[in-house]
Structures are given as C-alpha cells and as structure tokens.
C-alpha cells in the first residue's frame, strides 16, 4: 500500500508559478513511476507529467517547457514546477504512483488560474 498527500495548490494569477508537491508513504521501495495527472470541470483525467526511479521524464507535449517534474527520493517526494501558468491550466491536480501494475492516488488538490 502506498498512501500519497499533495500540497502547494491554490489560486495564482496568469503566468505566475506554482510548485505541487506530493509526498510518498507506506510501501515506497516498490514503486516504480510517479506522476501528476489532472481534471478540469467537463472533461477527462489526463496525463500531466510522469517520472521514473531512474529519473526518466515524460510530459504531456502540450505542457512541456512550462511544467518540471522532479524527484527526491531521499525525501520519498515529487514535485511538479508550473511556470507562466494559463487560466486553461486550471484543475485538480492528483499525485499518481505505480507500483506492480497497481496504481494509488493521492486525494488531488485544486489549482485555480485567473485571466
């Protein structure tokens, strides 16, 4: 079992920044990619940003070049950097781990963007 918290949402005006944080807990040494996924009213969860244990990168390609994901093992924490933030980037933001082919998620947090 792997139990995962974000942080670090809330309300920013267009194009000013945001760093998400989601911390890991419980059966840590298993997982394998980590990632951010979001919804906005109306329409599908989709991929945001995925990182391997090796630190292997994947963004959504609409969204690369102003969202960074990183890792820090050490502190069983991934962050997700948002810069030049668009009203369009506006949703709830869910930390995501994989682990055997069983995926958890995190509660999700809202992250508001204003024209």
């Known amino acids: 079992q792997v139990q995962l918290v974000e942080s670090g949402g809330g309300l920013v005006q267009a194009g000013g920044s945001l760093r998400l944080s989601c911390a890991a807990s419980?059966?840590?040494?298993?997982?394998?990619?980590m990632g951010w996924y979001r919804q906005a009213p109306g329409k599908q969860r989709e991929l945001v940003a995925s990182?391997?244990?090796?630190?292997?990168?994947n963004y959504a390609s609409s969204l690369k070049g102003r969202f960074t994901i990183s890792r820090d093992n050490a502190k069983n924490t991934v962050y997700l950097q948002m810069n030049n933030l668009k009203p369009e980037d506006t949703a709830v933001y869910y930390c995501?781990?994989?682990?055997?082919?069983?995926?958890?998620w995190g509660q999700g947090i809202q992250v508001t963007v204003s024209s």
């Open positions: 995501n781990a994989e682990v055997k082919m069983s995926y958890y």
């Open positions: 419980g059966s840590i040494f298993e997982i394998n990619a």
């Open positions: 990182i391997t244990s090796g630190g292997s990168t």
